[in-house]
C-alpha cells in the first residue's frame, strides 16, 4: 500500500515537474526508507539471536543491551536506491548522462569505510587502524579530483596551490568522519545531525540543478528516517532500540565529507564565500565538539581520544537535562548556526562568520561547565555507546 502510494505521489509529482528530478528524489527517499523499514527488525533479530549487542558497563549509562548494528544496512540500501533510481531515470530519459567517473570511484573509500566499520562493531578496531583506513579512503576521494581548493577569503586566503589542498582535504574528511563518530553518544543525536546536513545539501543541490547529488541526498534521509525512530522511540511492543555504531556514523562522516568538498569547489552559481559557508555550517557543533573535547583533554595531559564525559552532550546531562531535550537543544543549535550562517553569507566577511561561529561556541560551552560528579538526573539517562570508541 505504502509503495503504491509512493509510485501515484511519483507520477503526479512527475507531471507537474517534467524532467522528473523532483520525482526521482521521491523515489529514492521511498526505496531507502522501506528499505531501511524492513531491514530493522532483521538486524535486531539478528543481534539479539547472536548476542551481537552493546552491554551495559560502568561508563555507559543505559540498563539493557541493545544492538550496535543499525548502521550495516545504511552504506548498502543507499547505494540500492541511488542505483536504482539512476537506472529508471535513464530507462525514462535515455538522454540523461550517466554519472562521472568520480562517482564511481566515492564508493572505493565508503566500503573501506564500511567494512572497517562492521569489523569494529562486531570484534573490535585498534584505533591507529581506523586512524588508517580514514586516512586511505580520504587519499581516495583526493585521488578521484574532489579536494577542497579555494577557502573563499576565509583568513584572507582564496585559491589553494594542490601541494596545500589535497592534505588539507585529507586533515578535513578525517575529522569529519571522525566528529559524527565521536558525537554519537546520545539517542538521535548523530542521526539528527545528519538529517540537518544532508536536508540542506539535498535542497541545495535540486536547486542547483544537479540530480546525483539530491538523489544521494534523497536515499540518505530515507535511510536516516526510519533509522531515527527505531533509535529514539524503538520499535515492537517491548520498544526495542538500536544504535548506528560506528558503521553507520563514520559512514555518515564521510558521505557528508563528500557532499561539503563538493559543494566548496561548486563556483560558479554562488560566491566561493557563500558556498564555503553552505558547506561548513551543519558540520559546526560536531567539528567545534571534537576541538573542544580534545583540547580540554590534552590542557589535562591526556591523550585526545582518550574517552571521558565530556562532550557537549554529557555536560548538558550532567547539568539535568533529559536525554531528549538534550537532543532538541543541540540540533536546535546546529539549525540556528546553518540559518543564521546562511542569511549572514552574502553579507559579512566569511572570516567574521567563523570569528561570530566561534565566539557563540565559547559562550554556550561555558554556560554548562564539566561537573565531577553527574547529578542524579543524570544518571538515569540512556546514552547510546555502540561498543568501543564513543565518548572518544
Same mark, same amino acid.
Given at each position: ?149 579555494? %577557502? ?101 562522516? %564521510? ?138
Amino acid at each position: 500500500m505504502v509503495l503504491l502510494l509512493a509510485v501515484a505521489t511519483a507520477v503526479v509529482v512527475w507531471l507537474l515537474e517534467p524532467s522528473g528530478r523532483l520525482a526521482g528524489v521521491l523515489v529514492a527517499f521511498t526505496i531507502s526508507a522501506m528499505m531501511m523499514y524492513q531491514a530493522i527488525p532483521n538486524i535486531l533479530a539478528i543481534s539479539y539471536r547472536k548476542k551481537l549487542y552493546d552491554q551495559p558497563d560502568g561508563r555507559r549509562i543505559h540498563k539493557t543491551p541493545i544492538s550496535r548494528l543499525g548502521g550495516v544496512a545504511f552504506l548498502p540500501i543507499i547505494c540500492c536506491s541511488v542505483i536504482l533510481t539512476v537506472s529508471l531515470y535513464v530507462m525514462i530519459f535515455p538522454s540523461y548522462d550517466l554519472p562521472s567517473i568520480r562517482s564511481v570511484v566515492w564508493i572505493c573509500p565508503l566500503i573501506i569505510i564500511f567494512m572497517v566499520g562492521v569489523i569494529d562493531d562486531l570484534i573490535g578496531v585498534r584505533a591507529q587502524i581506523k586512524l588508517l583506513t580514514q586516512i586511505i579512503a580520504a587519499v581516495l576521494l583526493v585521488w578521484s579530483g574532489l579536494w577542497i581548493d579555494n %577557502l573563499g577569503g576565509l583568513f584572507g586566503i582564496h585559491n589553494l596551490p594542490a601541494a596545500v589542498g589535497m592534505p588539507f582535504t585529507v586533515l578535513f574528511v578525517v575529522t569529519t568522519i571522525n566528529a559524527m563518530n565521536m558525537i554519537d553518544g546520545v539517542d538521535g543525536l548523530a542521526a539528527g545531525l545528519s538529517v540537518i546536513a544532508f536536508t540542506i545539501y539535498g535542497v541545495y543541490c535540486y536547486l542547483t540543478g544537479s540530480l546525483l547529488m539530491p538523489l544521494l541526498a534523497a536515499a540518505v534521509l530515507g535511510t536516516l528516517v526510519p533509522y531515527w525512530y527505531a533509535n529514539v522511540r524503538g520499535i515492537g511492543s517491548r520498544h526495542h532500540r538500536l544504535f548506528m555504531g560506528d558503521t553507520g556514523s563514520q559512514t555518515m562522516g %564521510l558521505i557528508i565529507s563528500i557532499f561539503a568538498i563538493g559543494l566548496i569547489m561548486d563556483g560558479g552559481r554562488m560566491p566561493v564565500r557563500q558556498n564555503l559557508v553552505l558547506a561548513l555550517s551543519p558540520l559546526i557543533v560536531p567539528v567545534f565538539d571534537l576541538i573542544h573535547v580534545a583540547v580540554l583533554r590534552l590542557s589535562k595531559g591526556k591523550h585526545p581520544f582518550m574517552p571521558d564525559m565530556t562532550h557537549i552532550h554529557h555536560r548538558l546531562m550532567q547539568k539535568g537535562f533529559a536525554p531528549r531535550r538534550t537532543v532538541m537543544i543541540i540540533l536546535g543549535l546546529s539549525a540556528a548556526y546553518t540559518f543564521l550562517n546562511m542569511i549572514l553569507a552574502p553579507l559579512l566577511d566569511v572570516s567574521l562568520i567563523v570569528v561570530a561561529d566561534i565566539a557563540v561556541w565559547c559562550v554556550f560551552n561555558s554556560k554548562y561547565v564539566i561537573t565531577n560528579k553527574p547529578t542524579q538526573k543524570a544518571t538515569q539517562t540512556t546514552i547510546s555507546q555502540p561498543k568501543t570508541i564513543k565518548n572518544v
